[in-house]
Nanobody, 116 residues
Framework: QVQVVESGGGLVQPGGSLRLSCAAS????????MGWFRQAPGKEREFVAI????????NYADSVKGRFTISRDNAKNTVYLQMNSLKPEDTAVYYC?????????WGQGTQVTVSS
């Protein structure tokens, strides 16, 4: 009923940049926050960033503050994560999340690998 699809992952060198996109479709009723999480092998999924419907409020994990920027385009039901100054420790599968009418929806994830 709700589909969440991430894209934009890939291999990048340390210090490089990537821009992830996440498009939500289907029964996306009302207003809803969207965010990004990530999960590295052997680690639990961790919060990365979140943005409100209006886009006027954002929160970031301390580990990405100053490097990542989350934004959204509600006309496209899309949220973005601009990742700059990437570090090897940013390597993970990045998941998009949307909470719609109290229900969380997750994408399949997109792999981000930061390596020289």
């Amino acid at each position: 009923q709700v589909q969440v699809v991430e894209s934009g992952g890939g291999l990048v060198q340390p210090g490089g940049s990537l821009r992830l996109s996440c498009a939500a479709s289907g029964h996306t009723f009302g207003t809803y926050n969207m965010g990004w999480f990530r999960q590295a092998p052997g680690k639990e999924r961790e919060f990365v960033a979140i943005i409100t419907w209006s886009g006027d409020s954002t929160n970031y994990a301390d580990s990405v503050k100053g490097r990542f920027t989350i934004s959204r385009d509600n006309a496209k039901n899309t949220v973005y994560l601009q990742m700059n100054s990437l570090k090897p420790e940013d390597t993970a599968v990045y998941y998009c999340n949307a909470v719609i009418l109290g229900r969380p929806y997750w994408g399949q994830g997109t792999q981000v690998t930061v390596s020289s």
